[in-house]
């Protein structure tokens, strides 16, 4: 039954009922202690956040009393960290607090023109999101903006620890349903989390130890092999925000990437990193980087859509010349992935502690951070509009996003703390160049038809 036919029968949807035998403290699990590890080391401090501008009547109450619901019904975001004798993360604890109302901090800057109050809105949310520390407060926390009566900005933080990616967007949906029911509107069609505990899968889920040595062993070995430092430039300087390009790839060509990579034996996301590879091989002149990415292992069936963290970086080694072509990058893109996917259970920077590395988490450069999302990301609050706004870190490398567009089709954003611009421009003209997005003569891109990859 569709969201306009619950609403008009007067049914609506049913709301996940609270997690029965639910333990009150546990261990870390893996991945809560990596991310705890890796914490000082990560431009974002290893924390989830949506920060969004709400254009239109917004029922504030109703907001208020969502994410009151929302953090109520799930204990995990209302836990904090307990470090071990010493301050180890080895031994640390998580433990679950009560829960209080009133979640949200609501703070009035309606008292001066609405482009000075949202200019101090973005301000005091890059200084709080600046502040932030999993160890002192990695609870779910939200501040409520007011800019004018029909502008809000919304910002909400919670620790990776507790809430990656893909829980993330289990949270949005279950804050977008019950802001729809507080505000007496159509109940939407969002995927709802599981109501079990995560505590209670970290203690029923033990790793075992057999695993855990066959990945450390990946991770040395890893980090054994000498990598080419290459030509990528380090100039950041501080102060100076990061060099950003973006581009559309349209949802023919998109279409066509889905269609042809099972013949290939690889998948999109594997092709267009092969892309990546190829560019910076072209571009740059480096032939071994580390790639960098982040994967959620839920294939067991009850993590599928547990709210918690499962998430794990992904550290792989590329190797390409700048002559070779898709054909022959691909597979072996694919095949790395695999290995690299297979010793994921215990996450580099947790590896190097146990290795007695000298430092945690120390990149290799030049380093490659590599993101794809085929979900939205955020809170859909029914009747408002929204626009999200990014928290500037300034610290990657190098970092290629890609999100869908509403067409059907992908934007990619191209983000450097420290190449030049020229560098970047090269970058991206390299990769439309693959895309079939440019042309020689200079002139705006055509729709390729379907062929050749």
């Given at each position: ?304 859509d547990l709210i918690g963290n ?52 120390v990149p290799l450069e030049p ?40 067409a059907g089709g992908r934007n ?42």
């Amino acid at each position: 039954m569709s969201t306009t036919q619950r609403a008009a029968s007067g049914e609506t949807a049913k709301e996940p009922e609270a997690a029965l035998d639910v333990p009150t403290t546990a261990p870390l699990s893996l991945t809560q202690r990596s991310s705890l590890l890796m914490a000082p080391h990560s431009p974002s401090r290893e924390f989830m956040s949506w920060v969004y501008q709400l254009n239109g009547k917004l029922d504030v109450s109703a907001l208020a009393r969502s994410v009151d619901d929302v953090v109520a019904a799930h204990d995990l975001l209302r836990v904090r960290f307990e470090p071990g004798p010493d301050g180890d993360v080895e031994t640390a604890t998580q433990h679950v607090t009560p829960f209080r109302p009133g979640v949200v901090r609501i703070v009035r800057l309606d008292d001066r023109p609405k482009l000075e109050a949202l200019a101090a809105a973005v301000v005091s949310v890059e200084a709080e999101y600046r502040d932030l520390s999993p160890w002192e407060e990695p609870r779910l926390q939200a501040t409520l903006y007011v800019v004018a009566p029909k502008t809000h900005v919304l910002s909400i933080f919670v620790a990776e620890a507790l809430c990656d990616g893909e829980s993330g967007t289990f949270v949005a949906a279950e804050l977008s349903r019950a802001y729809a029911r507080h505000a007496g509107k159509a109940v939407p069609d969002l995927p709802l989390p599981s109501a079990g505990s995560y505590l209670r899968w970290v203690l029923d889920n033990p790793v075992p130890e057999a695993l855990q040595r066959r990945a450390v062993e990946h991770w040395r070995a890893l980090r054994s092999e000498p990598i080419a430092a290459g030509a990528w430039p380090m100039t950041l300087r501080p102060g100076v925000r990061p060099g950003a390009r973006f581009f559309n790839v349209p949802a023919g060509h998109w279409r066509h990437l889905v269609e042809v990579t099972p013949g290939m034996a690889a998948m999109p996301f594997v092709v267009v990193l092969s892309w990546l590879e190829m560019a910076l091989a072209r571009v740059v002149g480096a032939e071994r980087f580390v790639v960098t990415s982040a994967v959620s292992n839920r294939s067991r069936p009850g993590a599928k859509d547990l709210i918690g963290n499962f998430v794990g970086p992904v550290r792989m080694v590329a190797q390409v010349v700048a002559t070779e072509g898709l054909e022959a990058i691909s597979p072996r893109v694919l095949r790395s992935l695999r290995e690299a996917l297979a010793a994921s259970v215990v996450p580099v920077p947790l590896a190097e502690a146990r290795l007695q590395a000298p430092a945690l988490f120390v990149p290799l450069e030049p380093t490659v951070s590599f993101f794809m999302f085929d979900e939205r990301e955020g809170p859909d609050f029914a009747g408002v509009r929204q626009r999200r706004f990014r928290v500037h870190t300034g610290r990657d490398v190098l970092r290629v996003n890609c999100t869908p567009d509403d067409a059907g089709g992908r934007n990619f954003f191209v983000i450097s703390g420290s190449a030049p611009p020229e560098l970047m421009d090269a970058l991206v003209a390299e990769l439309q160049g693959f895309l079939g997005l440019a042309t020689s003569d200079g002139r705006a891109p055509q729709e390729r038809q379907p062929g050749r990859v």
